[in-house]
T-cell receptor, first 117, second 110 residues
Framework: AQSVTQPDIHITVSEGASLELRCNYS??????LFWYVQSPGQGLQLLLK??????LVQGIKGFEAEFKRSQSSFNLRKPSVHWSDAAEYFC???????????????FGKGTKLSVKP | ETGVTQSPTHLIKTRGQQVTLRCSSQ?????VSWYQQALGQGPQFIFQ???????GRGNFPPRFSGLQFPNYSSELNVNALELDDSALYLC?????????FGPGTRLLVL
């Protein structure tokens, strides 16, 4: 079955500390992987994506993620967290919409990030 | 700002009523996907439209239906509303693999 697991429901970090949000996926075909961020009551903003190539991808707002095929993981990292990073983070997996799959995204349940001053 | 807009922003309906939600795609995008996000959950795929044709559907009953227009804007219609339909409804437009989301419509069913 296709699924995304975000093991941490809620994480609290101090401002300036490093951050790693975990994501594990199960997908039968070549995965397209995404991280989105959602502020309260808002839509989803794309942070970064991985399709192929270099397994370390850079995104907006200083975020990066590393794809590890052997571990079926796509963890999100940031070296120094800012108070404005407090939000909910969603990992998602999809297939190649031009390779026979439907291109819909499967989301994890999200990780809520709180930042202590 | 993604260029994807949705209307209305909030909506209150009663059980059994029907509702129509609207989405305008980002310029140049020919694919629209709709998602339902219940409180405390990740978005769940409802369906996708590509060039005015349904191009995939998630595990939602037929009372959830949609349309895509020649300008690639889209509607989501829900008939016979149930209390569990209360959620944030998100629209996403795409041209290739990446979906860009609108701000959502918050639906409350009483």
């Amino acid at each position: 079955a296709q699924s995304v697991t975000q093991p941490d429901i809620h994480i609290t970090v101090s401002e300036g500390a490093s951050l790693e949000l975990r994501c594990n996926y199960s997908y039968g075909a070549t995965p397209y992987l995404f991280w989105y961020v959602q502020s309260p009551g808002q839509g989803l903003q794309l942070l970064l994506k991985y399709f192929s190539g270099d397994t370390l991808v850079q995104g907006i707002k200083g975020f990066e993620a590393e794809f590890k095929r052997s571990q079926s993981s796509f963890n999100l990292r940031k070296p120094s967290v800012h108070w404005s990073d407090a939000a909910e983070y969603f990992c998602a997996v999809g297939g190649d919409p031009y390779g026979g799959s439907q291109g819909n995204l499967i989301f994890g349940k999200g990780t809520k990030l709180s930042v202590k001053p | 700002e993604t260029g994807v807009t949705q209307s209305p922003t909030h909506l209150i309906k009663t059980r059994g009523q029907q509702v129509t939600l609207r989405c305008s795609s980002q310029s140049g995008h020919n694919t629209v996907s709709w998602y339902q996000q219940a409180l405390g959950q990740g978005p769940q795929f409802i369906f996708q439209y590509y060039r005015e044709e349904e191009n995939g559907r998630g595990n939602f009953p037929p009372r959830f239906s949609g349309l895509q227009f020649p300008n690639y804007s889209s509607e989501l219609n829900v008939n016979a509303l149930e209390l569990d339909d209360s959620a944030l409804y998100l629209c996403a437009s795409s041209l290739l693999e990446t979906q860009y989301f609108g701000p959502g419509t918050r639906l409350l069913v009483l």
